[in-house]
């Protein structure tokens, strides 16, 4: 499959900023999204084409045909299941709705080789050990709902167009420039504050966390090497943490003795036992592995900053 230009919704946020560059770095024409509401394009440096501007507009249905992309990487969503809960109207209406706009634009895109949906890990219900793609969905939140919706829209949509689509069911990303506070930058922006007693909430819930630089690796295979029809896959690592253990791998990390102290404001009912990732099936079609130790990423972390915490 030739790619030379290619469209990233989401394209100024966390995910998306840093594939749209290494997108560029191969020597692809790049086109990068985004409305702002989290994304940040000072993210992207000069070199790289931006359009803000929503999914759901005219504008954008109009930017996608003069664009005429061979591929299209759709990152766009509210990500951060709190809020989403919070606003369950819109992040159906972006989540969801947003992915029909853009489905219904690219309809009509004659040289459309490739899309690529950045789902979640959140369609998968409760439950221990890890999951394939294989497992049964029973997503538990709003965000979880409107990601096997889009999933269900982009299967319809590579039936219809014979476009070469993928879901990746991401599970917990993190790296660089996060633009929602989840667990690792929490636990982060306490520890670069000085603190070595940080405050949290559930310590029991374990997740698959994945470097940043692991899944925009996944996406360019996918995009480069993912066979016609359409196909999901798991991106993660496989290996588990819980919050006490991510609080361990940060000390480690650190080299310092990390405290917790649990606060009762900050415990989440919805939390999940579990989130594993089963990345069998990107093994065996692509031989793809994750490269990054999850302390080597998280002493990364702690090294960027102005005062080097770690040497």
Known sequence: MEIEDVLVTGGAGFVGSRFVKELSETGMNVVAVDNCFAGDPTLLGDDIRFEQVDIQTKAFRDLVSTVNPDAIIHLAAIHYVP????????????????????????????????????????????????????????????????????????????????????STRLFNIYGPNETNEHLVPAVLKQVRSGKREIELGNLTPKRDFIHISDVTSALMTLLKEAEDGYNTYNVGTGTEYSVREVVEQTSDALGEEIEIRQDEERVRESDRPHLQADISKMRADFDWEP??????????LLRQDDEVLVT
Request: glycine fraction near 6%.
């Open 291 to 300: 490269t990054v130790e999850f302390v080597d990423g998280l002493r990364d």
């Open 83 to 166: 809020y989403c809960n919070e606003n369950p109207e819109e992040a159906f209406d972006v989540n969801v709705m947003g992915t029909r706009s853009l489905l219904s634009a690219a309809r009509t895109l004659p040289n459309l080789e490739a899309m690529i949906f950045a789902s979640s890990a959140a369609v998968y219900p409760p439950r221990e050990g890890p999951n394939n793609e294989a497992s049964e969905t029973g997503p538990t939140d709003i965000y979880g709902r409107t990601k096997l919706i889009g999933e269900d829209l982009m299967e319809l949509f590579a039936e219809q167009t014979n476009t070469s689509t993928v």
